[in-house]
């Protein structure tokens, strides 16, 4: 499809969006906005792939917004995610889309108090956004109803396959209009996304933004090889040479993140971690403190970072090697986001090297071994030449 069209005033889009695109600066869309959007108004069912951080929300959000009837008082369109906090980011982003009109926009969040969404439903939100379990549990409850939804959108839709709520979105699915529209947006798309869209779109348009290029070009990429019980104090001499700005920390297993956090900790770094157990305010209280700067490093699992947007990381640092290309995918695309610069981090054994290789070789990307000496990051090689055997009677400088 051709990307001539420059600005978003030449899209089929409201005055009333493009003006409030323009109190935030945005003019021109990206390419995955630009490509979306006209098949999206359009009405077309649509697979949308393009990597993290290039602007997917605005691109089914804009046409859904464009599309909404402020005074027809029902339930219009659903938006399906993965997560609480991807959930959170977007309603906020849908409510400032709607100010100035009638349009109600309600979070509908696993975990959440069920009665106090009953109540907030019977204002009649004009779009929802929820976990598709409790979407599911209010349709059910006869809370919720399908009658007039007209378009489903599920987000991160390989991440809500992941958390086993494939069965849910189907539900949905099902008992929604036969000519509702849907559209499915994710970095990766997979076999299964697409039989699943076999199902249940009508001849889906499908947008793919360079899927080759799976990760952003604006970023670099590093990987430092050290003991298993050395990560930890590595993980300190990274920070203190390179102190980022704010960087996201991921390890692979929930059980293993309060450990990690009070050893991080000790070492003087300011750090908290955000856990999926957590409750709905605690989450939100640290979230906050992160972006304010409170503290300079987030602690998180996959899961729990699923979904983040938060365009001042500068480096993501993985702790535990993600466990595979798609996941590296998913974690590099917190930072350097929508054109910025950033850093991904690879924190491996010498057993472990082979999955830096291979990533690498899956995603077209060079990932540089660095070593820290001397209190600075450097290239491994580097620090290898300089690590020479230590005079007699003197000692060799090795570390920060």
């Known amino acids: 499809m051709s990307t001539s069209l420059e600005n978003f005033a030449s899209l089929p889009l409201p005055e009333r969006l493009v003006d409030k695109l323009r109190e935030r600066k945005m003019i021109e869309p990206t390419q995955i906005q630009r490509e979306a959007i006209p098949l999206a108004v359009e009405g077309k069912d649509l697979i949308a792939e393009s990597q993290t951080g290039t602007g997917r929300t605005l691109a089914y959000l804009l046409p859904l917004m464009a599309k909404l009837d402020p005074e027809q008082k029902a339930t219009q369109a659903v938006i399906l995610v993965p997560t609480r906090e991807l959930g959170m980011q977007i309603v906020k982003e849908a409510e400032w889309l709607a100010e ?7 979070q509908l969040i696993g975990g959440a108090a069920l009665s106090r969404q009953v109540e907030k439903l019977r204002l009649h939100p004009q779009l929802v956004v929820g976990t598709p379990g409790r979407i599911v549990e209010l349709i059910k409850l006869r809370k919720l109803s399908m009658h007039h939804v007209k378009t489903i959108v599920v987000d991160e839709v390989d991440q809500v396959f992941d ?14 209009l036969r000519d509702r529209q849907v559209l499915f947006f994710s970095a990766t798309v997979t076999q299964g996304i697409r039989e699943m869209a076999k199902r249940w779109m009508q001849s889906p348009a499908e947008v793919r933004v360079r899927p080759e290029q799976k990760t952003a070009e604006t970023l670099e990429h590093l990987f430092f090889v050290c003991e298993q019980r050395a990560k930890i104090e590595t993980l300190r001499k ?32 300011s750090i ?20 304010r700067g409170k503290f300079q490093l987030l602690l998180a699992t996959d899961v729990a970072a ?43 054994t010498e057993r472990e ?47 920060a």
């Open 238 to 269: 990274i920070v203190r040479s390179l102190n980022p700005r704010s960087a996201i920390v991921f390890v692979n297993e929930t059980d293993d993140i309060a450990e990690v956090e009070q050893k991080i900790r000790y070492t003087g770094l």
């Open 306 to 348: 699923r979904g983040l947007d938060l365009p001042g990381v500068s480096h993501v640092i993985q702790f535990d090697p993600p466990v595979d290309a798609d996941h590296y995918v998913h974690r590099a695309g917190r930072t350097g986001r929508m054109g910025r610069s950033g850093t991904v981090l690879s924190l491996v």
């Open 100 to 106: 100035g009109t009638k349009l109600l926009v309600q």
């Open 163 to 176: 958390l086993g709520s494939q069965q849910e979105v189907e539900q949905i699915l099902k008992g929604s």
């Open 353 to 399: 090297r082979f999955i830096i290789d291979k990533f690498a070789k899956q995603l077209g990307i060079e990932i540089a071994e660095k070593a820290v000496y001397g209190g600075e990051v450097v290239d491994a090689a580097a620090a290898r030449g300089r690590k020479a055997p230590a005079p007699a009677g003197g000692g060799a400088r090795t570390g």
């Open 272 to 291: 908290a971690a955000l856990y999926g157990e957590a409750g709905k305010q605690e989450r939100a209280k640290v979230m906050d403190g992160f972006r």
